[in-house]
Nanobody, 118 residues
């Protein structure tokens, strides 16, 4: 496993969580990174992505609530999630790709569970 997620947990609706993904420098320094999520019975969806240069993409339902960032000094990707809703409950995965459009085509983490209670 090359990507290691952390930071998931149980939070009440309206609360916040910050996910982190540690990656080897060989991946982090050259790849776009992103977060996917998958809820039970649903397809996996791209939440947000960020290029090596810091350009970002967000799925419409996450805009204004989630912020993706990368700490290049620590080779760590973050996802700050605010105003969480029960529908945000899912397993969240860190992934890499050549660019934003192909995040998910490279390495994946094992996932971290986020549960939002109403």
């Amino acid at each position: 496993v090359q990507l290691v997620e952390s930071g998931g947990g149980l939070v009440q609706a309206g609360g916040s969580l910050r996910l982190s993904c540690a990656a080897p420098v060989s991946i982090f320094s050259t790849k776009a990174m992103g977060w996917y999520r998958q809820a039970p019975g649903k397809e996996r969806e791209l939440v947000a992505a960020i290029s090596v240069g810091g350009r970002t993409y967000y799925a419409d339902s996450m805009k204004g609530r989630f912020t993706i960032s990368r700490d290049n000094a620590k080779n760590t990707l973050h996802l700050q999630m605010n105003s969480l809703k029960p529908e945000d409950t899912a397993m969240y995965y860190c992934a890499a790709g050549t660019n934003i459009a192909t995040v998910g085509s490279g390495s994946w983490g094992q996932g971290t569970q986020v549960t939002v209670s109403s």
